[in-house]
């Protein structure tokens, strides 16, 4: 991260009675980052963002926003706002009426008022919407209120606490793009709770993944998906085929392993320390392994059973028994070739990119 820190996190704990939903966070986040809080439900991201809110304090630890200790500030007097999971949209009241009810206590005149409001509408394309009623507003619609209401008050940080999921799947594809169109048009710094792997991947500049309310690791997209730190995270972002290893050795920023019916192996850790190289993992992406077809050739040549077969749509997930393997390798392949219509039980050949294992700690 090159930008100047917008938001920093120092030494963050929370705890509710006896139960320790945050322990010990650090983190810092730059000014206009798309930055996701990613990780299962539980795991302290709503806390956390909360916290940079102000709804929540921390129990001991500080957060700064533009450089400044957040302790003791309201939320109402924070440079935040936040967009909830309900949206929150008055029925009684029409779209601009909502989108300016936040603007009342600031005494801005009828004339900038309408003025704010109106380039709040632009900017999620409702500009024709204002008269109607919050009552007669689509799940869409209702999304992008919300997030007018917010960026009306011109906020330096946009707390987003899970605000597509109740989209259904094919609007929510789409507002995860306009919703990173919007944040690299206006350029604040967009802070997003989610759970949806995917979500985070395609919209964030990066991730932190909490567990447990620790983060477990922070990174951009590609180098999270590519070199997950820890097994917790590699299977927390899409498949990962874990691997019994005979042997598995790290020596500096280099590893060898000796996998049962695959063969010997080698690659770099690409920067990553591994901690405890005793209790180390690797594993392999789906989409790295590839059958290799009648009359094809290829080097190294991996034989197997099809033990299950999934069909997706434009692609097949396969599950190979690979003898000395403890767990079936997953595949997934497109069906140009016929991967959809290989049947199980039939032996098969794949085959795997040489650089493409990952040591992880277990």
């Known amino acids: 991260m090159t930008a100047s820190p917008m938001i920093e996190i120092r030494n963050v704990d929370k705890s509710f009675g ?64 936040m967009v909830f999971q309900s949206y929150a949209i008055f029925p009684h009241l029409n779209v601009a009426e909502n989108i300016a009810y936040g603007l009342k206590r600031l005494s801005l005149g009828r004339a900038e008022e309408e003025k704010r409001v109106q380039e709040a509408l632009a900017q999620v394309e409702l500009s024709e919407l204002g008269p109607r009623m919050g009552n007669q507003l689509s799940g869409g619609q209702r999304q992008r209120v919300a997030l007018a209401r917010a960026l009306v008050m011109r906020p330096k940080v946009l707390l987003l606490d899970e605000p597509l999921s109740a989209l259904d799947k094919n609007l929510r594809e789409q507002m ?44 951009e997209p590609k180098e999270i998906y590519q070199n997950p730190a820890t097994r917790q995270v590699a299977d927390f972002l899409g498949g990962m085929n874990f691997l019994t290893a005979s042997t598995l050795q790290v020596s500096g920023n280099d590893f060898t392993a000796a996998l049962p019916g695959i063969g ?64 079936h390798l997953s595949i997934v392949e497109t069906n140009d070739f016929g991967a959809d219509d290989i049947p199980v039980g039939s032996d098969i050949r794949i085959t795997y990119d040489r650089d493409a294992f990952i040591v992880m700690q277990g």
């Open 18 to 81: 006896t139960f320790r939903a945050l322990d010990t966070l650090n983190a810092t986040i730059g000014e206009g980052e798309f930055f996701s809080l990613l990780g299962p439900s539980g795991c302290g991201k709503t806390t956390l963002l909360r916290m940079i809110g102000g709804f929540d304090e921390p129990s001991s630890g500080e957060i700064l926003i533009g450089g400044k200790s957040m302790a003791g500030i309201p939320p109402n007097h924070r440079p935040t706002n």
């Open 176 to 219: 995860q793009v306009e919703l990173r169109h919007l944040q690299r048009q206006i350029g604040i710094t967009f802070v997003l709770v989610t759970h949806d792997q995917y979500e985070a991947l395609s919209m964030s500049d990066r991730i932190a993944v909490m567990f447990g309310g620790r983060i477990a690791q922070i990174a």
């Open 264 to 327: 010997a192996v080698s690659g770099h850790l690409s920067g990553k320390t591994i901690s405890d190289p005793a209790n180390a993992i690797i594993g392999i992406r789906p989409e790295r392994l590839r059958i290799v077809w009648e009359g094809e050739t290829a080097e190294p040549i991996v034989t197997g059973k099809v033990a299950d077969r999934n069909y997706f749509g434009e692609v097949t997930s396969l599950a190979v028994k690979i003898e000395g393997q403890n767990h």
